[in-house]
């Protein structure tokens, strides 16, 4: 199974961004989809996870109360919309899917077991 991830690009600080990831291929189940990004020079770092059924949501503290992830059931998509950006969000954000994580583990990496191919987000002062 592959992620698609997109809606990333260049904008300016305080401004807002879209970010979707969608299955190409057939639809497969999920426990858990985040978002992580990996900005240059850093390792790659957790932003956020929804639950698919329940629809609880975790974020880094960083990102909390300026990004919203959210996914659409019918289309089997999950969307991380991003406001009030800053240059520190600067990275290259993918998108993951777990079958089988538990809450303890979701802002790890090793959870996961799709990932998206990325998609760059550029914040400019």
């Known amino acids: 199974v592959q992620l698609q991830a997109y809606g990333g690009g260049l904008v300016q600080a305080g401004g807002s961004l879209r970010l979707s990831c969608t299955p190409s291929?057939?639809?497969?189940?999920?426990?858990?989809m985040g978002w992580f990004r990996q900005a240059p020079g850093n390792k790659r770092e957790f932003v956020a996870a929804?639950?698919?059924?329940?629809?609880?949501?975790y974020y880094r503290e960083s990102v909390q109360g300026r990004f919203t992830i959210s996914r659409d059931n019918a289309k089997n998509t999950v969307n991380l919309q991003m406001n009030s950006l800053k240059p520190e969000d600067t990275a290259v954000y993918y998108c993951?899917?777990?079958?089988?994580?538990?809450?303890?583990?979701?802002?790890?990496?090793?959870?996961?077991?799709?990932w998206g191919q990325g998609t760059e987000v550029t914040v400019s002062s």
């Open positions: 993951a899917n777990s079958r089988t994580a538990i809450l303890s583990s979701i802002q790890t990496e090793r959870a996961y077991d799709n």
């Open positions: 291929g057939r639809t497969f189940s999920s426990r858990y």
């Open positions: 929804i639950r698919w059924s329940g629809g609880h949501t």
